[in-house]
């Protein structure tokens, strides 16, 4: 296959982290790695993994070079690890190619030094809030079960006086998804601008490494208690939406939104959720270990490491083409059929193990939070996006 852009989402201190939100489907991940005692990649990996994102980024015309850093809890290898990241990439970066990082963070571990790094190496960090004190603490916790509200506070005071570029991560789940505009209104009382909404559904056998669960077939699998419910995250869209549209418009950015406005004006998806086909979103494991997407990370999504095979040869080899054609191939018939397909595309395939109407398999959970939420907003959204195009 010839080479295409592609996004890795790296894993450098792998599923580790220094908290333990009751709802983080990575930390199980450490059963992939029995022997490993300390998750942390190492430098002749990380050497090899900036290279070759490079000269590949290159050779498939990227304009610019991403680098996504998260975990686990990637602040917790230190700055010094960090430096070193950006040596290497000035290192290969060839003339007039634009490096950029990102990192995701729970913001805990933020002070003044890593706040004076990011701003000085133009990190974009991401910071993940649930909600207001109460929301955000129902799930976030520490290992010994205290709330982190206030921690993630400081830390993204710490952003915000070093001027760093930032943004909300907000996991959508049973505590949250009913409370839309409350979750909205907090986010942009703390001076949020862009904001992410990730729901959360998981099925109560995630814990098991045999195989990936969202392929799992048998639909008499529970979800678990924290997995938010389809129509309280479509109340949730629809109420973010009502609070945004009518004063917040060009001023606060909220990406599913802003995805949607460029499907509205017959634009390709910028987010793999909403994509006709998926399989440019790999992940990298600390060990080298490259997978299909970072929600596959399981034994049979593994397209092998990159101490041993170059990642040309992954990022566009035929069983990762493969997986992301099976994102349309696997609609099921009410999909096909339906209205809005050119606005969801059956979202994410982690998300289908729902039956459809007709009683098919492999139908995607949210599909009744989608459709919900396009019906309620659609005409505003082709109104945005006439006036974009």
């Not at 599923?15 to 300390?38: G, M, T």
């Not at 602040?75 to 490096?99: C, H, N, R």
């Not at 890593?114 to 991401?126: I, P, Q, T, Y």
Request: hydrophobic share 35%; proline share 5%; glycine share 8%.
């Amino acid at each position: 296959m010839s080479p295409t852009p592609f996004h890795i989402m790296s894993k450098p201190i792998g599923p580790r982290c220094n908290i333990d939100c009751n709802y983080c489907y990575y930390l199980e991940k450490e059963k992939l790695f029995p022997a490993e005692k300390k998750f942390r990649m190492p430098l002749d990996i990380l050497d090899s993994y900036i290279r070759q994102l490079i000269e590949n980024s290159v050779e498939a015309g990227m304009r610019e070079v991403p680098f996504v850093w998260q975990g686990g809890e990637p602040t917790m290898l230190g700055i010094e690890f960090f430096k070193s990241i950006v040596k290497l990439q000035q290192k290969y970066a060839p003339s007039g190619i634009k490096v950029t990082n990102a990192l995701q963070t729970n913001g805990i571990l933020l002070d003044d030094a890593w706040g004076a790094f990011f701003k000085e190496n133009g990190f974009l960090v991401g910071i993940s809030i649930d909600g207001p004190k109460k929301i955000h603490d129902r799930y976030r916790i520490d290992r010994s079960g205290r709330p982190t509200f206030e921690k993630v506070m400081k830390g993204l005071e710490v952003l915000q006086n070093h001027d760093v570029k930032h943004n909300a991560l907000t996991v959508v789940h049973r505590a949250n998804g009913g409370k839309g505009k409350e979750v909205y209104r907090f986010l942009k009382s703390l001076g949020l601008d862009y904001m992410q909404f990730i729901p959360i559904a998981e099925r109560s056998n995630a814990g098991s490494l045999a195989g990936a669960p969202q392929v799992d077939k048998n639909l008499e699998n529970a979800i678990t208690e924290w997995s938010v419910k389809p129509r309280a995250f479509g109340k949730f869209l629809c109420d973010v939406f009502d609070t945004w549209y009518p004063r917040d418009v060009g001023k606060i950015f909220v990406q599913h939104f802003e995805v949607q406005i460029g499907l509205w004006m017959g634009r390709q998806s910028s987010l793999c959720v909403f994509a006709k086909t998926c399989g440019n979103g790999l992940a990298l494991e600390h060990d080298g270990s490259l997978f299909s997407c970072d929600h596959y990370v399981y034994p049979e999504y593994r397209l092998g490491n990159i101490a041993d095979t170059p990642m040309r040869e992954m990022l566009w080899s035929e069983q990762q083409t493969r997986f992301g054609q099976d994102k349309e191939n696997a609609l099921t018939a009410q999909c096909k059929s339906c209205e809005f397909r050119f606005a969801c595309n059956g979202g994410c395939p982690k998300h289908r193990f729902a039956q459809s109407r007709d009683g098919e398999n492999g139908h995607n959970y949210f599909c009744e939070s989608y459709t919900m939420f396009l019906r309620h907003a659609g005409g505003r959204l082709k109104i945005l996006a006439q006036l974009t195009a």
